[in-house]
């Protein structure tokens, strides 16, 4: 059983090297839509693969970080990445271009990053990122799948290293230590779940 949670922001770019010249060679923006697929191997307490509310807190602002922002290969040359430190409150450098394909591989190691440091109270199944879909327009989009996690043709440029976030996106976090949380989570062989999920009040006893 899969379900599905759809996340929307808005962001301008570049992206090099394409074969397009008006993407490859002008700041432009779009309307992103970001659909993530989600299983489990079981239903918890309320009959759910995992509560939607729980999209609302890491997840939502995680994918919100990107939201008007500039985001940039950290490729770029010096100048243009000091002109938007300088000039842009909200940017993400990345440690890849930013295509639609980039991106979905992005959300989907960084999602099943953050969901395998969620610590649940309701009688969850394993919950799997099953694939992470991107559209930059209404035309199409890119999707990333949990096999591409594997195959080094895809993430040889992905680590929890991969998004610099500018001060000004962690300000506005519910948790502004989010991101090094999650970092101390997986370098660190004794720490804990960072994210926690309290049981809630059973007022139906099974
Ligand atoms: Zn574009």
Redesign the pocket.
Same mark, same amino acid.
């Given at each position: 059983m899969i379900i599905r949670r759809s996340f929307k922001f808005c962001a301008a770019?570049i992206?090099r090297n394409c074969t397009s010249k008006r993407?490859s060679s002008s700041l /432009?923006? /779009?309307n992103y839509v970001v659909e993530v697929f989600i299983s489990a191997n079981k239903l918890d307490n309320a009959g759910m693969i995992l509560d939607f509310g729980i999209f609302k807190n890491e997840i939502a602002d995680f994918i919100d970080g990107f939201d008007h922002g500039y985001h940039f290969w950290n490729l770029e040359s010096q100048e243009i990445q000091k002109f938007i430190h300088q000039n842009s409150a909200r940017y993400i450098a990345l440690s890849h271009n930013?295509s639609a394909e980039n991106y979905a591989l992005l959300f989907l190691y960084f999602i099943d990053k953050i969901i395998g440091a969620m610590s649940f109270g309701n009688d969850e199944g394993e919950i799997k990122v099953l694939s992470v879909r991107v559209h930059?327009t209404d035309h199409g989009y890119a999707e990333a799948f949990r096999s591409d996690l594997e195959d080094r043709n895809f993430t040889q440029n992905l680590s929890l290293d991969s998004i610099e976030f500018s001060p000004a996106i962690q300000e506005e976090w519910k948790d502004k230590e989010m991101m090094q949380k999650l970092k101390n989570y997986y370098t660190s062989t004794l720490a804990k779940k960072p994210f926690i999920y309290t049981r809630p009040t059973q007022q139906v006893q099974k």
């Open positions: 770019h992206v993407c /432009h923006g /779009h930013p930059e």
